[in-house]
């Protein structure tokens, strides 16, 4: 049977003393995973030498990987400094992510705040990130898409219309969205993700706004979360099971609709609990 699922950490496995994402790579093949996500949230800071190093290390044991782009990026403010600084760390990170081989460019979309209303937030981020694809286009940039995150805050564009939307408009070749089912759960204020039906509900809204490629695979963060009035606050991990979501259920959710999907652990313990959720949709029959 194919691979359905990939599962890996966000960053670094939490045991590694030292070394590498060359050195994270050959470490997580050893402990049973095949996928990590490049953490670029600070700032792109890695040469093409070195990213061109974790590509041919991915190829060589199989492994998927994904790259976050910086925080601080808001593509729905009006201020057009602000603008401009996104869009070039943006472009940065999709220069380095198609350096290493990095098929999905993960970022923050922007707030609502000092947009007279969310519609106005969703079309500037759209109308911003255009100028993104263009620079993709003209450079011949294949195999690496940028890919708006569902944000874990109220105050925050990326509910999982908008990043449907944001893709519909800028293209498949593009754009295809990543869900953390983690910010849903707390954006929600923990009234969603609570049901397999949930999570079969954001997968199919996602395939008949996009299409079948933007599940094939779906690219997903997962933690358990503490969330606020204000959303998100904290990640915690699988083992505290005072926070949701539950991961089983999420799991369920790609069982019934048969789709594909890179799994990013966010938990503080990353990989180990990017082997708990291997093992429990291993028990679950769908791997």
Known sequence: MAKRLWFGPAGKPVGMKSGDYVKAI???VREGLDAIEYEAVRGVRISEKKARAIREAAEKYGVVVSMHA??????????PE???????RLIAAVRAASWMGAYAVVFH???YKDNASREEA????IENLRPVVEWMREQGVTGVWIAPETTGKPTQVGSVDEVIEICRELGEKYCRPAVDWAHLYARSIGSYVTDVAHVVEVIERIEEGLGRYAVEPLHTHFSRIEYGQGGEREHHTLAEEEYGPEWRTVCRGYRETGIKGVIISESPVLDQDALVMKKICEEEGYL
């Open 70 to 79: 910086p925080y601080y990026l808001n593509f729905a403010s009006p201020n």
């Open 26 to 28: 050959e470490y997580i």
């Open 109 to 111: 979309p922007g707030y």
């Open 82 to 88: 602000t603008v401009r600084k996104s869009q070039e």
């Open 122 to 125: 969703l079309r500037r981020t």
